[in-house]
């Protein structure tokens, strides 16, 4: 699985990309085809005083691709809702090749 974590408008410190990458590990476990993930970290409102935390993530498997956005004040509850719900579209994808 190749992994690629871009940041947008602001560098990510050491620990939110050992977040990322350490929660990302956990997506074998869903599906096992996944070719490569990209992750997009970005700042919303950049001209405002009021930062909003966007993550994107976007999982490539053979003949589909899941992508999923959330935002919120933090980067790691951005990403742990984005997680949730590509978890759960991954989930019901093999349910459904499964019946």
Known sequence: MNVNIQTVHFDADEKLVEYVS?????LQT???RILKVDVFL?????????KD?????????PKHD??????S??????FD???ESIVS???????KLAA
């Open 22 to 26: 350490r929660k990302l590990a956990k």
């Open 53 to 61: 935390k966007i993550a994107e993530i976007r999982v490539h498997v």
């Open 42 to 50: 970005k700042l919303d409102n950049v001209v405002h005083t009021i």
């Open 66 to 71: 899941f992508f999923v956005k959330a935002s």
């Open 73 to 78: 004040k933090s980067f790691e509850e951005s």
């Open 89 to 95: 579209q991954i989930k019901r994808k093999k349910e």
């Open 30 to 32: 869903f599906h096992d």
């Open 81 to 83: 809702c984005a997680m």
